[in-house]
T-cell receptor, first 112, second 111 residues
Framework: EAGVTQSPTHLIKTRGQQATLRCSPI?????VYWYQQALGLGLQFLLW???????NRGNFPPRFSGRQFPNYSSELNVNALELEDSALYLC???????????FGDGTRLSIL | GDSVTQMEGPVTLSEEAFLTINCTYT??????LFWYVQYPGEGLQLLLK?????DKGSNKGFEATYRKETTSFHLEKGSVQVSDSAVYFC??????????FGSGTRLQVQP
């Protein structure tokens, strides 16, 4: 069974640009989650999508947004990039509530 | 608020030594508890889980028991290997499917 896949592996942008990160969940999983792992800040919950709707949002500004497509894949968009957005962005998926989340290998976003 | 406290790392052990990584949590109610492991350059892998008090999760020689009275979920392994070198994260579900993670504990196992 294929795991959670994320693309691209690395992304380099400059301040003020926009970044788009993509995630494909494990087959059969309808929920997708996004986390940010920034140096010194640890792992922080960003967003949860289920059945195409945003269900929960962490403490991040509105320039962090995303969507989930009918095939349950997801995009994370970060607008007006700032230096502190440099981080590893992890996507996870799960089957339903109380089931563990399974993570991809992440997209490393570097802001120059 | 909800939080997870893990012991500071790095933890450096010799091969075949006994491992304990402490984890305590502050949460409303009795959440499901997890240990995840992150190898260099990779994402998180689920190591084990426990969903209710006194449950023991186990996998690959690692164990952790959900202790409601002490709000703890300490990770143990009887004999570590060099291949266990990684960062270990304790986590639990807060409301609405958000995982709250500890800061992570780096384990270095020397041959």
């Amino acid at each position: 069974e294929a795991g959670v896949t994320q693309s691209p592996t690395h992304l380099i942008k400059t301040r003020g640009q926009q970044a788009t990160l993509r995630c494909s969940p494990i087959s059969g999983h309808t929920s997708v989650y996004w986390y940010q792992q920034a140096l010194g800040l640890g792992l922080q919950f960003l967003l949860w999508y289920d059945e195409g709707e945003e269900r929960n949002r962490g403490n991040f500004p509105p320039r962090f947004s995303g969507r989930q497509f009918p095939n349950y894949s997801s995009e994370l968009n970060v607008n007006a990039l700032e230096l502190e957005d440099s981080a590893l962005y992890l996507c996870a998926s799960s089957l339903d509530s109380n089931q563990p989340q399974h993570f991809g290998d992440g997209t490393r976003l570097s802001i120059l | 608020g909800d939080s997870v406290t893990q012991m500071e790392g790095p933890v450096t052990l010799s091969e075949e030594a006994f491992l304990t990584i402490n984890c305590t949590y502050t949460a409303t109610g009795y959440p499901s508890l997890f240990w995840y492991v992150q190898y260099p350059g990779e994402g998180l892998q689920l190591l084990l889980k426990a969903t209710k008090a006194d449950d023991k999760g186990s996998n690959k020689g690692f164990e952790a028991t959900y202790r409601k009275e002490t709000t703890s979920f300490h990770l143990e392994k009887g004999s570590v290997q060099v291949s266990d070198s990684a960062v270990y994260f304790c986590a639990f579900y807060t409301g609405r499917r958000a995982l709250t993670f500890g800061s992570g504990t780096r384990l270095q196992v020397q041959p």
